[in-house]
């Protein structure tokens, strides 16, 4: 039987979800908005909504005194890097840990996961002394390797839930029909996985795109992706909320992009299994 | 060539012996059904011999060759699942190509195999087509092309059919006879339905608790049943067991005279079931308890009525107290 909702229950409900979604989306446009003001139209008390005079120079002033476009780059190449080489290394580990389990597996992925608890500031000291002594700091490669580090728990982890519904008799029919453990891997885990594979790939050049803990921390201006570039604006001379907020908006605008395209593929991902 | 011989075999999962120890001999060319109840270790030993689970002891020797440590695509078996384990993302063509592309075959000659294979199964107009848009005896049927294609020394068959309706079953059942006369080739079938057993066995293995009861053909199970548990698996409906002294007699539905007028023992009818060409009579007899008959279809007993049982004395199996065969 299906449950009787009342009308004015209807309105209450819907009015409570427009709000929460409203409030949480506030922020952004907001940011968007401050981005068109002039610096004194940004702090002006009362704050005014839309009616101000609209401009493009923060856009412009922010593009000559900073190369976004190099920024951009060095986003995009730690961003797709840390996730791509976060893959190869957590399809063959999920797979293990999903179709050959062993009595510490679970342990194993505890572990890894309770490596995400600690405060990322604990191990700041060691990492930047490895990298300035390997000479890493302020380098691209050495981003992409720390960005996949601290990822790969959550690459694994959504990996091995995809993999755990895949059928292990597909697998050892593979093997009956004599595919090698590459092949097998290759040829019908990996396409049976797509959407699993696709979705943690997303989610995680989304998180690696608004990494600012590390990226701060580790670049200087050679290797600085976008997040270096919006924190150049909080600078000691003063704050100027208009520019910061262009810098804001020209930072996450590709990845809101890219996830306003791919959000279908991101929740049917992160509901995948939740209903069979 | 297909001989498969299995010495000693054992297989221990963390503390459960799975199966204690197992000696087997199966012949090139012949059909062997495993039979048994839920658990007791068919499948297991099935998998054993098709090299997805590693032995614990002895050793598994396919075609003369000591192939216990062997990978499963090293032993030239094809194995056909419940599941079927189709490749869902793959059409029928691929899928049934899939073996062959493995052994590195060319292209051309993929092509001719798949093709010949989709006529012997009838699924020349499904190839291009996903498994998910096949019925079920059709993906049964691809499983089984993509087995026949690579030519192995046997066939597994690990409870193929139960997925199936009855009606499909019963199809599906004839073909893989039908197959396994065509090809000649060794076929090892797990089955817990002992009518699957007995219609399309060579040789049946009855497997309880992971020991072989026994070993023989559907008759000669049928007929000379080695213990009880083997007496009371085969056949349907099951054999009635009368206590005697410390004895216990097997008298099967179907060698039991029925009258209404009289016989040797006197019950009343709890259940009928009419199935037209039989009648089973569910009786509850005076002094022994609940015993079934089977009556022709014509016989006219309900639910209630007094009914008289005999015994065919010539047919009658005894075991003594251990539960062996006399």
Redesign the interface.
């Known amino acids: 039987m299906a449950r009787r909702i009342t009308t004015q229950r209807k309105v209450i409900v819907t009015a409570v979800a427009w709000t929460i979604g409203i409030v949480l989306f506030f922020p952004i446009l907001w940011t968007f908005l401050t981005s068109f003001k002039s610096e004194a139209d940004a702090i002006a008390s009362p704050p005014q909504f839309l009616f101000f005079h609209w401009t493009t120079e923060n856009y412009l002033e922010v593009q000559s005194r900073s190369n976004y476009f190099s920024h951009f780059l060095n986003s995009v190449i730690i961003s797709f890097g840390s996730t791509l080489l976060g893959l190869i290394i957590a399809v063959p580990s999920a797979w293990a840990m999903a179709f050959s389990p062993t009595k510490r597996t679970k342990d194993v992925l505890m572990w890894m996961l309770s490596t995400k608890m600690m405060p990322a500031v604990g191990a700041l000291i060691p990492i930047y002394l490895l990298f300035r002594n390997t000479g890493l700091l302020d380098s691209r490669i050495g981003l992409v390797v720390v960005l996949m580090l601290i990822n790969l728990p959550i690459i694994i982890w959504m990996l091995y839930t995809y993999f755990k519904e895949i ?1 292990g ?2 697998l ?9 453990l590459s ?1 097998e891997i290759i ?2 885990l990996t ?2 996985a ?1 959407p699993g594979i696709a979705s943690t790939l997303l989610l995680n050049i989304i998180l690696s795109w608004n990494e600012a803990f590390w990226t701060l921390n580790l670049t200087a201006s050679k290797a600085a992706p976008l997040t270096t570039f919006i924190a150049s604006y909080s600078s000691p001379e003063g704050l100027f909320y208009a520019k910061l907020s262009a810098a804001s908006t020209m930072a996450i605008a590709p990845i809101l992009i890219l996830g306003w395209f791919s959000q279908k593929q991101l929740v049917r991902g992160l509901t995948f299994g939740a209903v069979k | 060539m297909g001989s498969i011989t299995l010495q000693k075999v054992s297989k221990v999962f963390g503390e459960a012996k799975v199966i204690p120890s197992i000696d087997l001999e199966i012949k090139d060319g012949e059909f062997v059904v495993f039979v048994g109840p839920s658990g007791c270790g068919k499948s297991t030993l099935l998998r054993l011999i098709a090299g997805l689970e590693d032995v614990s002891g002895g050793k598994i020797v396919i075609d003369g060759k000591d192939a216990t440590e062997s990978a499963p695509s090293e032993r030239r078996l094809a194995m056909v699942f419940q599941s079927y384990a189709l490749y869902p993302h793959m059409s029928v063509r691929s899928n049934i190509a899939f073996p062959l592309k493995m052994a590195g075959m060319a292209k051309p000659e993929i092509d001719k195999k798949v093709a010949d294979a989709a006529r012997v199964l009838n699924l020349t107009d499904y190839l291009d087509r996903k498994p998910r848009a096949l019925s079920g005896g059709q993906r049964q049927r691809v499983a089984i092309g993509r087995a026949i294609v690579r030519q192995p020394s046997a066939f597994l068959f690990d409870e193929p059919l139960s997925n199936l309706d009855a009606a499909l079953r019963v199809n599906m059942r004839l073909e893989i006879s039908e197959l396994h006369q065509q090809l000649k080739t060794t076929m090892i079938y797990v089955t817990h339905d002992q009518v699957e057993a007995m219609t399309m066995a060579d040789k049946i293995v009855v497997l309880n608790r992971g020991n072989i009861e026994q070993v023989g053909s559907p008759m000669e199970l049928y007929s000379k049943p080695r213990n009880l548990f083997v007496a009371g698996f085969i056949g349907s409906p099951k054999m009635n067991f009368v206590p005697q002294g410390s004895q216990t007699l097997g008298v099967r539905p179907e060698h039991i005279q029925l009258s209404m007028e009289s016989g040797e023992w006197k019950g009343k009818v709890v259940v009928a079931e009419h199935l037209g060409s039989d009648t089973f009579l569910h009786v509850n007899v005076e002094g022994i308890g609940q015993m079934t008959a089977r009556g022709d279809g014509s016989f006219p007993a309900k639910a209630g009525d007094t009914v008289y049982l005999t015994a065919d004395k010539a047919r009658i199996h005894r075991f003594n107290e251990q539960g062996l065969a006399i």
């Open positions: 059928p008799e597909i050892e029919a593979a093997r009956m029909d004599g595919a090698s092949k040829y019908v396409p049976m797509v």
